[in-house]
């Protein structure tokens, strides 16, 4: 079992920056694939990034590459997700999941997050 927990969403203007942070705890955390994922009020979860925690396998949906950034702290145990340059689009519930694949899909992702808000303002 593993579990995980969100933290750093809120409110931001469009252009601005949040940071979230993903706590991962239990049995063989870091040998899992952390990744992002968000939905959005009526609209289907969609794969935001991932990331090995070895540091390996990174992509990113293309709505977000050059803005989003992930990463982890191995000893922290946490991953991140450093957004810029955020627009009213990327409004929704984000979720961290953890996973065996690198896949985009939240299917292959096991382990899952109470999710945290991010709403961006125009």
């Known amino acids: 079992q593993v579990q995980l927990v969100e933290s750093g969403g809120g409110l931001v203007q469009a252009g601005g920056s949040l940071r979230l942070s993903c706590a991962a705890s239990g049995r063989s955390a870091s040998s899992y694939v952390m990744g992002w994922f968000r939905q959005a009020p009526g609209k289907e979860r969609e794969f935001v990034a991932r990331?090995?925690?070895?540091?390996?396998?990174?992509d990113y949906a293309d709505s977000v590459k050059g803005r989003f950034t992930i990463s982890r702290d191995n000893a922290k145990n946490t991953a991140y997700l450093q957004m810029n340059s955020l627009k009213p689009e990327d409004t929704a519930v984000y979720y961290c999941a953890a996973g065996y694949q690198p896949a985009n899909s939240a299917s292959y992702y096991s382990y899952w997050g109470q999710g945290t808000q991010v709403t961006v303002s125009s």
């Open positions: 990331i090995r925690w070895s540091g390996g396998s990174i």
